[in-house]
């Protein structure tokens, strides 16, 4: 018998892997170029918002006391823009488009 869903989520959808993926691999890229430095935030389209947040749900939904932060990604805020193609703001400003991480940069 399948586990019972206890959890409130709406269907999984691709972009939300997507999103996540590309948005963990700038914060990697940004730790690795400027050690001990933090990213101001991240500047995304509600769409994009939406479906990071959907995959912090479906990732989180298994940790006993899990708890979401809304408008935050590793501690950092989330701005929604319908202007923006969704990037990360660096330390110094310099914003990196996250169409740019979908893989680790060798």
């Known amino acids: 018998m399948a586990a019972q869903n206890i959890v409130d989520l709406p269907p999984h959808n691709p972009d939300m892997a ?3 993926r590309r948005v963990t691999n700038a ?3 940004h730790w690795k170029t400027h ?4 990213v101001q935030k991240l ?3 509600q769409k994009q918002a939406y479906d990071l947040e959907l995959a ?3 990732g989180g939904s298994s940790l006993p006391g899990f708890k979401l932060t809304k408008g935050k990604f590793f501690d950092r805020p989330v701005e929604v823009s319908a202007t923006t193609a969704g990037v990360l703001v660096a330390h110094d400003g310099t ?3 996250l169409a740019d991480y979908d893989t680790m940069p060798a």
């Open 18 to 20: 997507v999103i996540r």
């Open 27 to 29: 914060f990697r890229v």
């Open 35 to 38: 050690p001990g430095t933090t």
């Open 43 to 45: 500047v995304l389209t």
């Open 56 to 58: 912090q749900r479906y």
């Open 95 to 97: 914003e990196m488009l």
